[in-house]
C-alpha cells in the first residue's frame, strides 16, 4: 500500500466490494465490481419475496421500485425526488427522451455529437427518420446552433478519450436558441456532483452498470424535471405508464408524474440488485469521490505518460471523468498481456487502451501495478 492509500478518506469503501487483492480491475467504467451486499440481498429477494411472498411481493415494494430507485439515482445526479425514474436500458430510454423532446416541434434538425458513443448516434438516427427531422453530426467544441435546432445529444464525459463537456456552459448555449439538450450521463453518473436540477437540463438518460455497480444488464434511468413532466410524452405507451395500470382502460392515459416514463414491467431481480449496489453510496460524498478519482487518474497518468509507445489522449486538467485512455499502435495486443497478468482495463479500436478507476475500491497500489506492467509489456 502506497502513503496515498494510508491516507485515503475512501479507503474503508474497499472492503465493502468483493474484489480479489490479486487483480487490478480497471474496467469499472465498463461494468463495475460488486459490493457484497447485493449476494446477501438477492438471495433474500429469490428466496423470500419470491419464493415465499410470490406476487404478493408486487404490492409489498416491487410495483414502486422503479421510481423508489430513482430517487437514490436522482439524489447521485442532482434531481429531487420524483424525477428519475429506473427501467429498460440505456437506449430504450434515450429514444423516449428524443422521441418526446422533439413531438411537435417546428424545427428541423437533431444536433449529436461527432464521436458520440455509437448506440447514441444510431438511436438519434432512428428518431430521426422516424420523425422527418435532419440529423446533423457536430464537434462539441464548434457547436454550430440555429432556430432550426430542436435538440442536442451530448455525452458528459467522452467514452474514448475520457474527455468532460461544461454542462452548464453548454447546457446554457443550447438554451440561448430556443433549443432542448439531453445528456446521456453513462460515464459521469457516481463519478462527480452532477446538477441537473440547478442547471435546468432539460432531459438525461444514463446507465447504473458502470460506476454505479449495478451488475451486468442492470436498469437505466430517465431524467425528466418536474416542470415538463405534464408535456413529457414518449412513445413507448407502455402500460406500466399508465396513470392506473391495473384498471385496464382501453386508452392510454399517461401518469401525471414520473412514471410515465415507464414502458413494461420492471425487471425486479436487476432492479433490487441496484437497489443493494446503491446502499455504499448512503454515506459517501461525492466530492471525496471526485477528488480521490482526479488524483487517482493523475497519480497513473504521471507514471505511464513517458513510456515508449504510449500517448496519452485524456485531458490533463480537471475536465475529464474519471479513466485514462492511451494510443498506442497495437492496443489490442498490449492490453490482451495486461489482462493475462491480471491488469484488467479494456480497448477501444483500433488503437486506444482505456483504464478506468472507480474510486470506491481502486487504491493507489492499483494504478502503481499497472502502470509497473504495463512498462513491463512494453
Known amino acids: ?36 451486499a447485493v ?15 410470490l406476487i404478493r411481493s408486487w ?9 423508489r430507485v430513482g430517487d437514490r439515482v436522482g439524489r447521485l445526479v442532482g ?9 429498460d436500458s440505456t437506449s430504450v430510454n434515450l429514444f423516449k427522451a428524443l422521441m418526446a423532446a422533439v413531438k411537435g416541434t417546428d424545427r428541423a ?64 448555449r443550447v438554451h440561448a436558441v430556443g433549443a432542448k439538450v439531453v445528456w446521456d450521463l453513462c460515464h459521469s453518473a457516481g463519478v462527480l456532483p452532477i446538477e441537473l436540477d440547478a442547471l435546468g437540463v ?22 425528466v424535471p418536474t416542470a415538463a413532466q405534464a408535456t413529457f410524452e414518449q412513445p413507448l405507451t407502455g402500460w406500466t405508464g399508465h396513470r392506473a ?6 386508452a392510454y392515459t399517461p401518469d401525471a408524474g414520473i412514471a410515465r416514463g415507464r414502458c413494461g414491467t420492471p425487471d425486479i431481480l436487476s432492479m433490487l440488485a441496484l437497489d443493494a449496489a446503491l446502499d455504499v453510496w448512503d454515506e459517501v460524498s461525492l466530492a471525496d469521490v471526485r477528488a480521490k478519482g482526479l488524483a487517482l487518474t493523475a497519480y497513473f497518468r504521471s507514471l505511464v505518460e513517458d513510456l515508449p509507445g504510449i500517448e496519452v489522449i485524456t485531458p490533463a486538467d480537471e475536465w475529464r471523468g474519471h479513466q485514462i485512455s492511451l494510443r498506442h ?32 475500491y481502486i487504491r493507489y497500489a492499483d494504478a502503481r501495478r499497472a502502470a509497473e506492467v504495463l512498462a513491463e509489456v512494453l
Request: glycine share 8%.
Open 1 to 36: 500500500m502506497t502513503d496515498l492509500d494510508a491516507v485515503d478518506p475512501l479507503a474503508r469503501v474497499r472492503d465493502l466490494f468483493d474484489l480479489d487483492d490479486d487483480v487490478v480491475y480497471l474496467d469499472g467504467n465498463s461494468l463495475g465490481a460488486p459490493p457484497k
Open 39 to 53: 449476494a446477501e440481498r438477492m438471495q433474500e429477494v429469490v428466496r423470500q419475496q419470491w419464493g415465499r411472498r
Open 59 to 67: 404490492s409489498e415494494g416491487w410495483w414502486e421500485a422503479p421510481q
Open 79 to 87: 434531481a429531487a425526488p420524483g424525477q428519475v425514474v429506473v427501467g
Open 109 to 172: 434538425e437533431i444536433v449529436v455529437d461527432a464521436g458520440t458513443f455509437p448506440t447514441d448516434g444510431y438511436i438519434a438516427r432512428s428518431v430521426a427518420e422516424l420523425t422527418g427531422l435532419e440529423l446533423r453530426p457536430a464537434v462539441p467544441d464548434a457547436l454550430e446552433l440555429t432556430e432550426r435546432t430542436a435538440v442536442v445529444l451530448l455525452n458528459h464525459v467522452d467514452y474514448r478519450t475520457g474527455r468532460m463537456l461544461d454542462m452548464a456552459a453548454v447546457t446554457e
Open 202 to 223: 432539460d432531459l438525461a438518460v444514463g446507465c447504473t452498470y458502470k460506476f454505479l455497480n449495478g451488475g451486468p444488464g442492470s436498469p437505466a434511468f430517465l431524467y
Open 245 to 250: 395500470p391495473f384498471a385496464m382502460e382501453e
Open 329 to 360: 499502435t497495437d492496443a489490442e495486443a498490449v492490453m490482451g498481456k495486461l489482462i493475462a497478468r491480471d491488469v484488467i482495463g479494456d480497448h477501444r479500436p483500433p488503437d486506444v487502451l482505456r483504464f478506468g478507476f472507480a474510486p470506491l
